[in-house]
């Protein structure tokens, strides 16, 4: 095992999980030793999945199983192409034309030529690099692990992927809303956050202020945020209109911070449209600053993730544990995440976003009622150790077979 001191090592999470769910994890840990996986996707930056490798890739090294990270690269029309099957797997309209599939199948062969994957167990992370698997002579288990919401799929899109997801040895999705008709065996493991990276660390009210006020941040008055990708299934629109409703009842300030994900093309232009509803009470940042996401989400009064598709909202998960009131849009994961009024709010429309945003301004003590909550239920279902013993669950489950079957 690792023992770096300044790394996380599971038995941080003692003080969260108990000392026997710990020694649970180590006993599963211990006859996977130096077993060698590794993780493929298309960003080091931006975006849930970056976020959870970042963290799952140094916690799996903590406990001696040899995890790597790698990422494609593409030129941008694949990226394009990639953002397109994104949107149409949640449920949008793709021309799914031949040059595309052309485009995306070659780029990923490239992509395969250049990254020698001799590993145990190889996991591929979401449509831009699924196809890889095709140019490989398995050596192990592949898991294809795909984070997007999958309630209604574009179906000609499903059709096209489907023969690549049937030659993995397992398939991993969010939530059993995603189930897909697949030869593969299919399951399903939530996302989770790290409570120890500086996103999610506590911070004291003066690390708060004097990040707030780096960035301009009046906390005069009540804070109402949004923090997402700037990408149209978050509705950052939606968001806007719902903050002009409510503040004609409660006075407050809205914040939506937002990035773009290397892998995404469609982000800029989101981030310029919303400009245009920029104003005084309206601040619309595109900034990367890891501790200023974690001060908004300490400091809002609510936090909003006003999703209209969502896979699982690590926003979500994130702004819970800080024990901040959070409305979710009723959509894919987060309907895991938040149990309407017991720790948190459902919404389905921008009306009602904007009667609860005005609710919860109004009633600290309702805020304070669902952020305990929420906070508590993070602590039982979303940190990064559970997700973690599903992994390691899952390895076992090949590890009696690795030396059995031909993975050819
Ligand atoms: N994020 C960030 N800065 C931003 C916007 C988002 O660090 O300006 C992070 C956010 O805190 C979360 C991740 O990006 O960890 C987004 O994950 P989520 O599952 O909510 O959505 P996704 O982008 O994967 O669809």
Redesign the pocket.
Known sequence: MLNHESLVQIDDYVQYIGPGTVERIMKKARPLQDLHVVNVNSTYY??????LLGSMTILMNSIGIKTGWRVIQGSPDFFSITKKMHNALQGGEINLSDRKKQIYEEVVYENAIRTHLEHDVVIIHDPQPLPMIKHYRKRGPWIWRG?VDLSQPNQELWDYLRPFVDRYDAVVFSIPEYTQPVNTPQLFFM?A?DPFSI?NHPLSDDEIEERLAHHHIPTDLPLVVQ???F?T??DPQGVVEAFKIARQEVDCTLVL???V?TDDPEGPQVYESLLESQEERIII??????AL?NAL?SRAAVVL?K?LR???????A?AMWKGTAVIGGNVGGIRYQIEDGINGFLVNNVQEAAARIVQLVKDKDLRQRLGQAARETVQQKFLLSRNLEQYLDLFSSFETNFTLRNWS
């Open positions: 931006g975006g849930g999945v970056a976020e984070h996302p956050i996103k923090v997402s990708r990408d299934w978050k911070l937002g990035n994900a940042l595109s900034v990367q600053d890891t996401v989400q993730q999703s969502e896979g699982f909202g690590l926003t979500v994130e």
